[in-house]
């Protein structure tokens, strides 16, 4: 049987088959690499978005780049390099995050199905109106209201998924790396005794 290979800081290792997301499609290590890619990438987008729009005039968005620079900086370290005690600081934000998503959708449901908030928000709030006519929308149209309104719904479920998705990937390799017993392949690290892959196993002995 064919062993999976995967690059380590500590050599090459066999992924643990306990970890494995999506049916065995992948494994958490490597879903955690992506996401914390795509987090620095993002963080890098609006850090240069920023500099580029109002340069350091805007004193706290400058700051929450250089925070989210950190954060983003850390993750990666801490996945890369295997560390699992640099992910705890992602596990604490991302859930409080992921939670925060969860009531605000449970929230805008209620608001919107039990109340005429959504109706008064959009005859009320100035700057909403604005962005209508800037885009030859009418505010006061409820097909376009309802339209709206259940795109910003669609954007923020998809975003509560995405959030609780990576939270639970990078959970997952968290105690991943916590595991002492990580199995290593023969050969690949000095001082690692390992028992002989499924490779070597089926191999015959020579008569």
Sequence with gaps: MTVIRSYSPNGLIRPDPDYQLCCGLFHATTAAKFFSI???GICLTVSALNFALFGFDKLWISTFCMFYTIYCSVLIYGVFLERAVYLVPFLFIHGVLTIFLMFFIITLCIFGSATNG?????SENVHL???YQMNQLNPDDDTTQAIVSGIALIIVVFSFILSLYSWYAISQT???YKRADRTMLPGDQEGIVAENSDDESDE???V
């Design 118 to 122: 959504i109706i008064t928000h959009h």
């Design 204 to 206: 015959k002995p020579n």
């Design 174 to 176: 968290y105690q991943c």
């Design 38 to 40: 795509v987090l620095f």
């Design 129 to 131: 109106r604005d962005l």
